[in-house]
DNA sequence: CGACGTCAAGTATAA
DNA sequence: TTATACTTGACGTCG
């Protein structure tokens, strides 16, 4: 018997100008001649992004929703070289409280997925350092809301720049470079193109980090059948305090099949449950789809209408 | 108001 | 070496 909860991703699509992601370009903030006004303009943006992720926290609530992924555009320019000097975090510490008092109350698995920037492996040691810098932020934020920072952060292994087992050790000498509060706030995805669910297992399993398995990623990078390492996914959890965590979205189209589609075909994720079923107590798995909550509340729907599997609440099944 | 163009820290690929 | 696509949500502008 497993346990399976749904989240999804960053925005509702039933919140009206509840973005958590509004921003200002670099461009925008060059163009305004007064620097400290522009820098009090970006403070706005970022208290107005935090109060509306309360506003999303409270909407999951109500919607019986325990698991979701924060927009990582809540600071705009927060990591922009131009912007080194600011301070960032304090002027936004009333709003990120107000989401700790929440979340105190209503505790629920909230996590992050930076932007594709942000890479680990890079030869480059001031994309390296950029990296380090926003993984910081991220920490900043997560401390600032109360929440154990540890494994709330799912990268991919980065770029192959040609030689995959190259950029594998780039890595983990990387991996060497990062400070230890970041190593444990990260876990490692799987992705569609170069570095596939047994690549990051090497990766997983070398440095003791959690995978997040992405279906879709795999289906669209690897011929190999996942099942045959799926005891090796699990194991990288075994030391973690939060279920195992993967990610599924559905194919746009055939001819299009690494894009997301707008909503979840409950037969691509079936399938998978029924295999998967028994092997672990809990999955906690991200809707990557392109309408948000409401593919959440549409596959909730039609996943309950199948044989062995029960509804809990709004947002979770159990099958087996 | 809807349609369209612009912007974005990195990487990959084509020209 | 340089430009463009990638992806995707936000935002500005145009008609």
């Known amino acids: 018997m497993t346990i399976i909860r749904f989240g999804y991703v960053a925005m509702s699509m039933n919140l009206q100008h509840a973005s958590p992601s509004q921003t200002m370009t670099h461009k925008q903030f060059s163009g305004l001649k007064d620097e400290e006004a522009a820098i009090r303009k970006l403070e706005r943006i970022a208290v107005s992004n935090i109060e509306n992720c309360l506003r999303l926290l409270k909407h999951n609530v109500l919607h019986d929703i325990h698991f979701f992924r924060f927009s990582s ?43 594709h920037f942000v890479l680990l492996n890079s030869t480059d040691p001031q994309v390296m350092k950029n990296s380090l810098k926003t993984l910081r932020m991220h920490e900043g934020i997560l401390d600032a809301m109360g929440i154990d920072p540890l494994h709330r952060c799912v990268l991919h292994v980065g770029g192959a720049h040609g030689d995959k087992e190259k950029a594998m050790e780039q890595f983990i000498h990387n991996w060497g470079l990062t400070p230890e509060g970041i190593q444990r706030m990260i876990m490692l995805e799987n992705d569609d193109t170069v570095f596939s669910a047994f690549d990051a297992l ?11 398995f992405d279906l879709h990623h795999h289906m669209a990078n690897e011929e190999r059948d996942w099942t045959l390492d799926w005891t090796r996914v699990v194991a990288t959890w075994k030391d973690s305090p939060l279920p195992l965590k993967m990610h599924i979205s559905s194919p746009r189209s055939a001819d299009d099949f690494k894009a997301h589609a707008d909503y979840i075909d409950p037969h691509d994720f079936l399938g998978f449950l029924r295999q998967v079923e028994g092997s672990v107590d809990r999955i906690d798995c991200m809707i990557e789809a392109k309408q948000k909550d409401n593919a959440l509340f549409k596959l909730m729907e039609e996943l309950v209408q199948e044989e062995g599997v029960r509804r809990v609440d709004g947002s979770t099944i159990e099958i087996g």
Request: hydrophobic fraction near 45%; charge should be negative.
């Open 202 to 212: 090497y990766l997983c399993e070398k440095l003791g980090v959690p995978l997040v």
């Open 73 to 115: 555009k809540l600071i705009p320019l927060a990591n922009h070289p131009d912007l080194a000097g600011w301070d960032f975090l304090t002027p936004l510490l009333p709003a990120l409280g107000e989401i700790r008092s929440y979340l105190r109350e209503h505790p629920m698995r909230v996590d992050f997925h930076p932007d």
